[in-house]
């Protein structure tokens, strides 16, 4: 007999999934051209040509045995001493590589970090701030710990801070943010971490243990002009930052990350052999060994993400003269609007009568909003707008 917990999970179909599977099919009634789907957080442009180059050229000139072969069970040496030589020269740290772990992915390095500071039955708290990324559910309570979510403040997204300190309490161990945030596209500000870095640092003395910040970071590079956006490890020091090279280098199936925590935390050296242990029980085993030795070469570089800024700026503008509210993003590609009625599934449902295929807030933890994923062509944004329009006036707020 299969085990019964996860049997329930096949049951519990990432609505996400589900809207893009529509798309595809509806598709084929319509014609893709004429399906706005907004669904899906892939990037829509390619990654950088000298990251090809590089996977050439290891193929092209490197021992065969070698370069295919199981990387250190810690990660390639050189990538995660490349890692951190960057991160120290963009940020300001004194990272070496053993601050670095190499993960399969921002989902990889969260598995890890997050087994790495709760104790299944020990009534281990994780908390994290609404709105949020919906399969932290799944990452945290597979850990044996419980999901504690911070209601949202609509009016900013930066955290509520009244909510955050009731909720705190003596189980916290790990509080996990994620900025620039899916699905908001807030990115959290100076005074925001610092604030937080106060309470964390009071609250650690207060419970007489450590409380980590767990930065999941995938959208780090996609911070649009004039944003402030701190780099959260240099605010806190128990903080452990999980990245992700699938946004800004449009990776998202080479999967491929990494955790960097810092010197001054509190487990460091420690923590990185331990996250190798944990990579023992689940089955982790390292990433690929090329994707690590060609992403080390093009560590400074992005992919080309000025197109999600300039959606973001049309769609923006567009939908609040048709009546939307919106908290404008300040990264990321999606934006989170506020639904013409309370029910953001009713809403969604009705969107699809124009084929805008778009996502319902409740499993984001904050009821009676959408997101849009807009990293599609900025053609496709432009002949969705009258479409959003029609929406609006079907509700009569134009």
Do not use: W
């Not at 996400?16 to 442009?45: C, H, Q, T, W």
């Not at 609509?154 to 189980?171: G, H, K, M, P, V």
């Not at 807009?374 to 969705?384: I, L, N």
């Amino acid at each position: 007999m299969l085990n019964e917990h996860y049997v329930e999970m096949t049951k519990q179909e990432s609505i996400i999934r589900k809207i893009f599977m529509y798309g595809r099919e509806r598709a084929k009634v319509v014609g893709a051209e004429n399906v706005f789907d907004f669904s899906l957080g892939n990037p829509s442009v390619p990654a950088p040509k000298e990251f090809d180059e590089a996977v050439i050229n290891l193929v092209n000139t490197s021992d065969s045995v070698s370069l295919h072969g199981y990387s250190p069970s810690l990660g390639n040496d050189q990538a995660r001493s490349a890692i951190a030589e960057s991160l120290n020269r963009r940020f300001g740290k004194n990272y070496t590589s053993d601050n670095i772990f190499m993960a399969i992915g921002a989902a990889g390095a969260l598995a890890h970090a997050l087994r790495s500071v709760v104790v299944p039955g020990r009534g281990d708290e994780v908390i994290t701030f609404a709105p949020f990324f919906p399969e932290y559910h799944y990452y945290v309570g597979g850990t044996g710990a419980k999901l504690v979510v911070v209601p949202a403040d609509i009016t900013s997204f930066q955290i509520n801070f009244e909510a955050f300190e009731s909720l705190l309490n003596e189980n916290t161990r790990a509080v996990l943010i994620n900025s620039p945030n899916n699905p908001s596209g807030i990115v959290y500000s100076t005074a925001t971490i610092d604030r937080l870095a106060e309470i964390l640092n009071r609250k650690q003395k207060e419970y007489g243990h450590s409380i980590y910040i767990i930065s999941d970071e995938p959208y780090r590079e996609l911070v649009f002009t004039g944003t402030d956006a701190p780099f959260i490890a240099s605010h806190y020091d128990n903080t452990m930052v999980c990245y992700s090279f699938s946004k800004a280098l449009s990776l998202p199936g080479e999967r491929i990350g990494y955790i960097a925590i810092n010197t001054e935390a509190e487990d460091f050296p420690i923590a990185v052999p331990v996250f190798g242990q944990i990579s023992r029980e689940i089955g982790h085993n390292c990433p690929a060994s090329l994707i690590q030795q060609a992403v080390s070469t093009v560590l400074d570089l992005t992919s080309d993400l000025s197109v999600y800024e300039k959606n973001c700026n049309i769609l923006y503008e567009a939908l609040t003269s048709y009546g939307f509210e919106i908290v404008k993003p300040g990264g990321t590609f999606y934006m989170f609007p506020k639904c013409l009625e309370a029910d953001a599934y009713a809403f969604c449902e009705k969107a699809k009568k124009y084929d805008l295929l778009l996502v319902p807030s409740d499993n984001f933890g904050t009821p009676g909003h959408f997101r849009i994923a807009y990293c599609v062509t900025t053609e496709k944004v432009e002949r969705s707008l009258p479409l959003f329009k029609k929406l609006a006036q079907d509700y009569g707020v134009i």
